[in-house]
């Protein structure tokens, strides 16, 4: 499967941003758990949020909590992730992911759990 994620960009601290994720080619979309995960430079990739295949299940980075929420529709092939209140400290590289089992498992929040990513989306949170 190939995953694009859009949406990032340049916004105030306090403001809000929605990040999509289209996926293409592969099985049906809703085989996938899908995941996003963000990346400064010098560090290591972070988890921010994960959703099983339906939706049923959702996780989140303590750092996120409260303020981004991850959706999917598998109509539509995308998976989204709605980012409020956001903080200087959310600017990084966003990366979608898709994890083949569909369901997820104890190691949600591992960049290894995943089978496939996205290219990256840059968003910048100014104070």
């Known amino acids: 499967v190939q995953l694009q994620a859009f949406g990032g960009g340049l916004v105030q601290a306090g403001g809000s941003l929605r990040l999509s994720c289209a996926a293409s080619g592969g099985r049906t979309f809703n085989n996938y758990a899908m995941g996003w995960f963000r990346q400064t430079p010098g560090k290591e990739r972070e988890f921010v949020a994960a959703?099983?295949?339906?939706?049923?299940?959702?996780y989140y980075g303590d750092s996120v909590k409260g303020r981004f929420t991850i959706s999917r529709d598998n109509a539509k092939n995308t998976v989204y992730l709605q980012m409020s209140s956001l903080k200087p400290e959310d600017t990084a590289v966003y990366f979608c992911?898709?994890?083949?089992?569909?369901?997820?498992?104890?190691?949600?929040?591992?960049?290894?759990?995943?089978?496939?990513w996205g290219q990256g989306t840059e968003v910048t949170v100014s104070s």
């Open positions: 992911a898709a994890d083949a089992y569909g369901i997820l498992g104890g190691t949600y929040a591992e960049p290894d759990e995943y089978h496939y």
């Open positions: 959703i099983s295949w339906n939706g049923g299940s959702i």
